[in-house]
C-alpha cells in the first residue's frame, strides 16, 4: 500500500527567529540589531544579549550565544532550533572562544555533522574567534527536552509533537497522537518510521490524509 | 586501565561494531527493493539506526587503540573482521531478512540493557542512547515474526527455512573471546553465558508462539575470526569505493 503524503504544509510565518543568512561572505556585523525572538521560553533579553565592545575589544557573552543558537535551525525541520529541539547542553564563552555542547539525538542522524557546522558559522558571525563544537553521549537525548514553544512549532509545521514520557516507555510507544491539523486523534500509524530517522508516518482518518510525528525517544 | 583490559575491551567492542556494520549493509541492500514502500523505509530507517550505532562503537575502539573508525571498516581484509557469520549471510528471502533482525533485535537488547549498567562509563552511555532507539527495531521485528510464522502455510514455511539456517549460527554472538573474564570481572561486559540464557528465554517462546518449531541443532562456528566466503563478496561491496583511492578526501 502507497501512503500518498500530501506536501508540508507551509511553514508559518512564526513570530520572529527569522534565521539570519548563514552564507558565508553574508555575515552581519558584529553588532548589527539582532532579529527579536519569539516570546516564550528561552527569551533573552536582546539588549543585554548583544555582544559589546569594550575597550576596542569584543565581549562575548553566554546569553548572546545562546540567543544566536536560537537561530540556528535543525536542517531536517527548519522552524525548529537548535534550542528548541533540546541538542544544545552548554555554552561556554571564554573571551572570544565559544565551546558549545551538543548531544546527538538519534545515534545515526546524519543531520549531525550539518548542525555542528551551522553553530559553527553563526557563532563566527556573531563574532566569536574561534568556535568548538563538542558532542557527548550522556545524558542520552530525549524527544522530552524539546521545548513547549519547539512543540508548538513542530505542530504548525504539520508534524505532530512527541508524547512526554519521562522514560516510560508505555507511554512512549502508546500514547495518543493527535492530527496537528484537525487535532483528532481518529488516527491509524501507518509506519513506525519515516523519512527521517526521528519521523513515524500516520494517517488521519478525520482529514483522510497522512501526516508525520516526530517520534518520542 | 592495565594494557590486557585494554585489549579485551576493543576486541569485544569491535566485534559488536563488526556486527552492526554487517547487518546495517546487509539490510540497506534492500534499500529499493522491499516488497512494500512503507518496509522499504522502514528497513533503510534500521539500516540507518545499525550503522549509527556501529559508529559509536567503533569510536568507543579508537578512543582505547586510537585505531581510525574509517580505516577499520574500509580496509581490513576479511580475516582481520571479529563479526559473527549469521549477519554476514545474504538478505535472502523477507522471511531470512526479517527472523534475522528479530533474533538480533532480541540479542541486543538483551545486551544494551547489561550494557547501560556498565562500569565503563563510555559503554554505559552509549548503550543508555541506543536501547530506546532498539526498542523500536524489536518491536518492528517481532511483529512480522508473528505476522509471517502465522500468516500463510507458505510465510510459515519459509520462516522456519530461515530459522533452519540462522539457528545454529546464533550461538556464535554468545561465544568467548579471549580477554572475556577480564571484562567480567570489572564489570565493563556482560557474561555471556548469562546473556545467552536471557535471549533464549525470550526468543524461544516468542518462535514457539509464532508457530516455528523444533530446529537443526548442529553446532555452528565458534570463533569470530571465521568467516563465511559471504563476507569476502560483501566487503568487495562495501570497500570497493574507498580502495579504489586510498588517498582521496570524502
Known amino acids: ?217 | 586501565m592495565n594494557d590486557d583490559l585494554r585489549a579485551a575491551l576493543a576486541a569485544r567492542l569491535l566485534a559488536t561494531a563488526d556486527d552492526e556494520l554487517m547487518l546495517a549493509h546487509r539490510n540497506a541492500e534492500w534499500t529499493g527493493h522491499a516488497p512494500i514502500l512503507e518496509e522499504d523505509i522502514a528497513l533503510a530507517n534500521i539500516a540507518q539506526d545499525e550503522l549509527g550505532h556501529a559508529s559509536i562503537w567503533y569510536g568507543l575502539v579508537e578512543e582505547l587503540t586510537g585505531q581510525d573508525p574509517d580505516r577499520l571498516v574500509f580496509f581490513r581484509d576479511a580475516g582481520e573482521y571479529r563479526s559473527a557469520q549469521m549477519v554476514e549471510q545474504p538478505r535472502g528471502d523477507w522471511a531470512f531478512t526479517m527472523l534475522r533482525q528479530y533474533l538480533f533485535d532480541a540479542y541486543e537488547m538483551a545486551l544494551l540493557a547489561r550494557l547501560a549498567g556498565s562500569a565503563y562509563q563510555p559503554v554505559a552511555d552509549a548503550a543508555a542512547r541506543m536501547r530506546n532507539e532498539e526498542l523500536y527495531h524489536y518491536r518492528h521485528s517481532s511483529a512480522w515474526l508473528r505476522r509471517l510464522g502465522l500468516g500463510t502455510a507458505e510465510s510459515n514455511r519459509r520462516m522456519q527455512a530461515a530459522l533452519d539456517v540462522l539457528w545454529p549460527l546464533a550461538g556464535q554472538l554468545f561465544s568467548p573471546q579471549p580477554g572475556d573474564a577480564l571484562l567480567n570481572v570489572e564489570g565493563y561486559w556482560p557474561d555471556l553465558n548469562e546473556l545467552r540464557q536471557a535471549w533464549s528465554g525470550v526468543v524461544i517462546p516468542a518462535l514457539e508462539e509464532a508457530g516455528l518449531g523444533e530446529t537443526a541443532s548442529a553446532a555452528g562456528p565458534d570463533d569470530r575470526r571465521v568467516h563465511s566466503a559471504h563476507l569476502d563478496t560483501l566487503l568487495a561491496d562495501m570497500q570497493m569505493v574507498a580502495r579504489a583511492d586510498e588517498e582521496a578526501v570524502w
Open chain 1, 1 to 217: 500500500m502507497v501512503v500518498k503524503l500530501s506536501p508540508s504544509p507551509p511553514a508559518p510565518p512564526h513570530s520572529g527567529a527569522q534565521a539570519v543568512p548563514q552564507g558565508e561572505g553574508n555575515f552581519p556585523e558584529p553588532n548589527a540589531p539582532t532579529s527579536p525572538l519569539p516570546a516564550g521560553e528561552g527569551r533573552v533579553d536582546m539588549a543585554a544579549a548583544n555582544p559589546t565592545w569594550s575597550e576596542g575589544r569584543l565581549t562575548l557573552t553566554s546569553d548572546a550565544v545562546w540567543a544566536a543558537l536560537h537561530e540556528v535551525m535543525d536542517p531536517e525541520i527548519p522552524v525548529l532550533s537548535l534550542v528548541d529541539l533540546g541538542v544544545v547542553r552548554e555554552v561556554t564563552v571564554s573571551g572570544d572562544v565559544v565551546t558549545v555542547t551538543m548531544t546527538p539525538t538519534f545515534s545515526g542522524c546524519p543531520a549531525l555533522v550539518e548542525m555542528q557546522r551551522l553553530i559553527e558559522v553563526r557563532l563566527l558571525a556573531l563574532g566569536a574567534a574561534s568556535v568548538a563544537v563538542n558532542t557527548v553521549l550522556a545524558p542520552a537525548w530525549s524527544s522530552d527536552w524539546i521545548s513547549d514553544e519547539g512543540r508548538r512549532k513542530l505542530k504548525a509545521f504539520g508534524l505532530a509533537p512527541p508524547p512526554v514520557h519521562g522514560g516510560d516507555v508505555q507511554i512512549m510507544l502508546f500514547d495518543v497522537v493527535r492530527c496537528p491539523r484537525c487535532n483528532s486523534d481518529d488516527v491509524l500509524v501507518r509506519n513506525t518510521f519515516g523519512s527521517t530517522l526521528c519521523r513515524a508516518i500516520y494517517y488521519c482518518n478525520r482529514c483522510q490524509d497522512a501526516f508525520e510525528q516526530f517520534k518520542p525517544l
